[in-house]
């Protein structure tokens, strides 16, 4: 947006689209605003913006606008709290011979969004958590074309291809604040809508197949996880064991890390005074960060290939059947602050069950683990189909 376009918008004391603060105090106030632009319940169609450094009545508040402010501010977009990912841009500007922060916050394509599990809205001078129908409206306005896959929905599918014991008793606690799920007395249809598992046409979304459905292989033949255990350093070596990881996403990363964990091997080292030490040939967190996020970044169309995690006796490898997305290339892969989400709601469910803690640092903790437990450097070898990792066994001393 231009310089004076803000200024307008800054002036304006009595838009919708604008809020004002002296500081960045007050964190929550911040994110509750940037989830209430992102839903757009007026249908603006037009961005939201926060401005920092500025009082309610429009007047200079003199706030230094630092560039860890401003580092600070657009970290919200990824520390998981807000779902799914606000599209927001942090700048510093001087407007009005002020210097300020413009968070600039576009209207989500994939309603509703919430912080901490609430959503937020604005209406006019309102700012509050949107009621049963509120949520409803925000459901039926999700923009139906050029959305990601995860959202799409699923031909030939119905309600009963999905768990929904399991979706109610697990996963929508794990979803929705507590004390929203109380108050609200909404169907079943309508929760599924309100997490973007069915569509305003009562039909499953590729998500709700992958999250909560029976059976999500019979509708996407990929989704699953081979893995083999070799017996050598080369694939046509002897197969000491294989499984295929199944099920909906819970079952699937439980599985996986039962695994994983199985065949880690342990080695003790003696030092002076007999004092034991004992060292994983992987260190399990490495190995989580890198197969969940091949799971979370894979693509799941026009490909019946599964997520291959193949083990040597040297090394692990974890194929991903897709390539870099958006920002994401095969030159910057891996670069620290270099993420995007091919299926950004597929995010949010993982976040939700408690697999991912904070977005885009699943390759730093693995190589940060790696490196604390003695491993090799982790390698990628990335082009526009597949990314493949390769892990190396930690030599004994």
């Not at 249809?189 to 046409?201: P, Y």
């Not at 065949?263 to 890198?290: C, H, R």
Request: charged share 25%; hydrophobic share 35%; glycine share 6%.
């Amino acid at each position: 947006m231009t310089d004076q376009e803000l200024e307008l918008l800054l002036s304006d004391l009595e838009s919708d689209r604008v809020e004002r603060t002296s500081s960045v105090r007050d964190k929550d106030k911040l994110c509750e605003a940037i989830c209430a632009f992102s839903n757009d319940l007026p249908n603006h169609q037009k961005p939201g913006i926060y401005f920092i450094g500025v009082y309610d009545d429009g007047r200079c508040a003199d706030l230094a606008i630092t560039d860890q402010l401003l580092r600070d501010i657009a970290g919200i977009r990824s520390d998981g709290n807000i779902l799914p990912f606000p599209e927001m841009i942090v700048q510093k500007r001087v407007l009005l011979d002020c210097e300020v922060a413009a968070v600039i916050v576009q209207p989500s394509y994939a309603p509703p969004v919430r912080y901490k599990g609430r959503t937020w809205i604005r209406v006019g001078p309102r700012k509050a958590t949107a009621t049963p129908q509120e949520e409803r409206s925000l459901s039926e306005k999700r923009r139906s074309s050029d959305i990601p896959f995860d959202i799409r929905t699923v031909p030939g599918a119905s309600l009963e291809d999905l768990d929904l014991g399991f979706f109610c008793d697990t996963y929508l606690p794990t979803a929705i604040s507590p004390d929203v799920l109380e108050l609200n007395q909404r169907t079943v249809n309508e929760r599924l809508m309100s997490v973007r598992f069915i569509a305003k046409t009562g039909s499953p979304t590729n998500l709700g197949i992958l999250s909560v459905g029976n059976e999500p292989r019979q509708f996407l033949p990929g989704a699953y996880v081979q893995f083999l255990r070799i017996d050598g350093q080369e694939i046509t070596d002897p197969i000491k064991d294989q499984k295929e990881l199944s099920g909906h996403l819970l079952q699937i990363l439980r599985q996986l890390d039962e695994v994983l964990q199985l065949n880690i091997s342990t080695s003790t080292d003696f030092t002076t005074g007999s004092v034991e030490s004992k060292w994983p040939d992987y260190p399990i967190a490495a190995l989580q960060q890198i197969a969940r996020n091949a799971i979370l970044h894979r693509t799941y169309e026009a490909t019946n290939s599964p997520v291959r995690i193949t083990w040597f006796s040297d090394r692990l490898e974890i194929l991903n059947p897709g390539g870099p997305f958006g920002q994401s290339t095969p030159s910057n892969f891996g670069q620290p602050g270099v993420t995007d989400y091919r299926n950004p709601n597929l995010a949010e469910v993982m976040k939700n069950l408690g697999y991912v803690q904070r977005f885009g640092l699943g390759i730093a903790i693995a190589k940060k683990e790696l490196e604390k437990n003695g491993n090799p450097e982790l390698y990628f070898d990335v082009n526009f189909d597949q990314v493949l990792a390769v892990l190396k066994r930690r030599k004994e001393n």
